[in-house]
């Protein structure tokens, strides 16, 4: 029986101040049969989240970001990104509404992949639920109150070992990692691991033994090493999370966030949209990464938007699915 954390940072929300309002929902949510997290907090709040079912090879995959009204989702002089809430000083509920559906997304995840570079904006940043009312959902639904962080880096060089997350017993943690970067962690992480792979190919995975090589291991954290040399492999990754009964992955890094929507892997984002400006060369999703040109590039089709009661004209929260694969027209 799964019980409530003891040692993570709260932020109480009393649903009464962080009341939301639907201004849209499209006819497509009404085919969506998962609700992984019910509560009447949750229904209060902000009604039903729910989602398709997962596909059998991989989870069901979605983002989730602050953003502003020219797409920054941090500001240059202060990069916790959470400050594009709090800092929307117009917003009636002090940033609470936002935070609280933007939690209520980590909640409805079985696990969430962190960025090495937003570890070390955010040193002591760890990915669980601020509110402990939808801590005590996830466990009345049968999840365990903290999903699994999945800490993403490439060569493991831009790693903070010594990071929050690595020092919380409650935060139940995976790293996902390249053959070089395998070579870094090995050296330098000072938590009890253990190696899952390397896998280079799809083929290489063998189930029976990853189910072995994991409940052999119980209570160390798991280096799933994918791709070749610093590359690491996200269809990999994927078929092995949802061998492990990962339905539903969250991903709160905006680089992989781009990798992921140019490889046809991303099927939601939820942006939850900051009415402030911020401009100049702060951070977006997919900085410095390559962009899509004007005649390849994922669309998207509006699920929901949602506001606050108390604030209806300062802050909206975007649903939208992903559609890859529209053909371009050339000029």
């Known amino acids: 029986m799964y019980q409530l954390t003891k040692d993570l940072f709260r932020i109480p929300m009393k649903a009464e101040e962080v009341l939301c309002s639907t201004v849209y929902e499209s006819e497509a949510l009404k085919e969506f049969t998962e609700e992984p997290v019910k509560s009447p907090k949750i229904e209060e709040v902000y009604g039903h989240l729910k989602f398709p079912k997962a596909p059998a090879d991989r989870p069901y995959v979605y983002a989730s970001f602050i953003t502003t009204i020219d797409g920054k ?6 990069r916790d990104s959470a400050l594009l809430q709090t800092n929307n000083f117009l917003d009636k ?14 909640a409805a995840a079985d696990a969430v992949i962190c960025g090495a570079g937003t570890m070390r904006e955010e040193p002591n940043m760890t990915v669980h639920l601020y509110d402990v009312d939808l801590e005590q ?8 109150p903290v999903p699994l ?35 870094v962690v090995r050296e330098k992480c000072q938590n009890p691991i253990f190696l899952v792979g390397p896998y ?3 083929e290489d995975v063998d189930f029976v033994k990853l189910d072995r090589l994991l409940e052999e291991n119980k209570g160390k954290i798991p280096v799933v090493v994918t791709g070749e040399g610093s590359q690491t492999d996200s269809n990999i990754l994927f078929r092995i999370l949802r061998h492990m009964g990962i ?20 099927d939601e984002l939820f942006l939850n949209y900051a009415c402030i400006y911020v401009g100049g060369g702060a951070m977006s999703i997919g900085l410095h990464s390559k962009s899509c040109t004007s005649t390849d590039h994922p669309h998207t089709k509006m699920l929901s938007i949602v506001n606050a009661k108390a604030s209806p004209d300062h802050w909206f929260c975007f649903r939208e699915a992903v559609i890859h694969g529209v053909k371009g027209r050339e000029r």
């Open 73 to 78: 989702i941090a500001f240059q002089d202060a």
């Open 93 to 106: 509920t002090g940033g609470n509404a936002p935070f609280f559906v933007f939690m209520l997304q980590r």
């Open 137 to 144: 959902a996830r466990i009345d639904n049968g999840l365990p």
């Open 149 to 183: 962080n999945i800490i993403s880096t490439l060569d493991g060089t831009d790693l903070l070992f010594d990071h929050t997350i690595f020092k919380k017993d409650e935060v139940p943690k995976m790293i996902n990692t390249s053959p070089v970067g395998w070579e």
């Open 200 to 202: 280079h190919t799809m």
């Open 247 to 266: 339905e539903r992955l969250l991903i709160e890094t905006p680089v992989y966030t781009h990798h992921l929507m140019m490889n046809g892997l991303m």
